[in-house]
C-alpha cells in the first residue's frame, strides 16, 4: 500500500508558512518604527534639557533655543525621513 500525500495538509501548511512570515515581517515592521520614536524622544529631550526649556515661553524667550532649532530638526529628519518631491504629473 502507497501513502498519497495529502494536498489538504500540505496546503494548510504553506498557508501557516506563509501567515508566520507575515505576522514576522509585521513585527519587524513595528519594530523599526518603536526604535524610530524612542530615538526621536531621546533627540527631543536631549534638546529640552541642553536649553532648559521649562515652559512653551522659555522657547521663545532664549535665543539659543531659536538658533540650534534648526539642528535639531535636521535630527528629526536624518531619523524619518525627508519630504520626497513628486515630479510634476503632465
Given at each position: 500500500?502507497?501513502?498519497e ?16 512570515k ?7 515592521e ?6 524610530k520614536?524612542?530615538r ?26 531659536i538658533?540650534t ?5 535636521e535630527e528629526f529628519?536624518?531619523?524619518v525621513g525627508?519630504?520626497?518631491i513628486?515630479?510634476?504629473q503632465?
Amino acid at each position: 500500500m502507497t501513502l498519497e500525500p495529502n494536498n489538504e495538509l500540505a496546503q494548510a501548511d504553506r498557508s501557516h508558512q506563509e501567515t508566520v512570515k507575515m505576522y514576522r515581517e509585521m513585527l519587524a515592521e513595528r519594530d523599526a518604527k518603536i526604535a524610530k520614536l524612542e530615538r526621536l524622544e531621546t533627540i527631543a529631550c536631549e534638546y529640552i534639557k541642553r536649553h532648559e526649556i521649562f515652559c512653551s515661553e522659555s522657547i521663545y524667550q532664549m535665543d539659543e533655543v531659536i538658533l540650534t532649532a534648526t539642528g535639531v530638526i535636521e535630527e528629526f529628519c536624518d531619523v524619518v525621513g525627508y519630504y520626497e518631491i513628486e515630479e510634476a504629473q503632465e
